[in-house]
């Protein structure tokens, strides 16, 4: 089976403007994840999607991201303005169900902001 | 809230010593304990899953002990090889939650 496929893998922008990632998740998994993972650090969730319904938001800063998932199938994770903080790498994963049923991630987008 | 920590977090061993990795988690709550492995630049690449129903999985070289609780999860790695050299991740999977630990980087010398 296909895995879960992210574009860009890699990104430099400047402080202030905005960037887009695209996920797409393998087929039939209806559990998509968004996680930020800042270099020495493990993954932190910032958005959890059940099919296209949010279930877990509540680590996403919100005054600057922002991520949808269309039909319950491809994803997009926004942010604007960005922050040199916001430099990591942003993996997408997605699981058959919530709960018991183990993650596949993609390779991630490294994201750099100077 | 759970949390999860990963003891050592880096570790170098010489080519064909076995490794031992651990992993420790707070609320036994948990589906199921997933390890990963990262190379550098790269996504997670998942090794072994654990139910919360089993103690232990396998998958070659590979063998992931689960103690639900006592709150820790083991993997061991046998006759590591410098192919071996990677950051390994675990995960506690609590109400459909992830929470990950920060990874041993693992270094296997010739």
């Known amino acids: 089976e296909a895995g879960v496929a992210q574009s860009p893998r890699y990104k430099i922008i400047e402080k202030r403007q905005s960037v887009a990632f695209w996920c797409n998740p393998i087929?039939?998994?209806?559990?998509l994840y968004w996680y930020q993972q800042i270099l020495g650090q493990g993954p932190k969730l910032l958005i959890q999607f059940q099919n296209n319904g949010v279930v877990d938001d509540s680590q996403l800063p919100k005054d600057r991201f922002s991520a949808e998932r269309l039909k319950g199938v491809d994803s997009t994770l926004k942010i604007q303005p960005a922050k040199l903080e916001d430099s990591a790498v942003y993996l997408c994963a997605s699981s058959q169900r919530t709960g018991g049923y183990g993650y596949t991630f993609g390779s991630g987008t490294r994201l750099t902001v100077v | 809230k759970q949390e999860v920590t990963q003891i050592p977090a880096a570790l170098s061993v010489p080519e064909g010593e076995n490794l031992v990795l651990n992993c420790s988690f707070t609320d036994s709550a948990i589906y199921n304990l997933q390890w990963f492995r990262q190379d550098p630049g790269k996504g997670l690449t998942s090794l072994l899953l654990?139910?919360?129903?089993?103690r232990e999985q396998t998958s070659g070289r590979l063998n992931a002990s689960l103690d639900k609780s006592s709150g820790r999860s083991t993997l061991y790695i046998a006759a590591s090889q410098p192919g071996d050299s990677a950051t390994y991740l675990c995960?506690?999977?609590?109400?459909?939650?992830?929470?990950f630990g920060a990874g041993t980087q693992v270094v296997v010398t010739p």
């Open positions: 654990i139910q919360s129903s089993q």
């Open positions: 087929s039939g998994h209806a559990t």
């Open positions: 995960a506690a999977d609590s109400w459909g939650k992830f929470q």
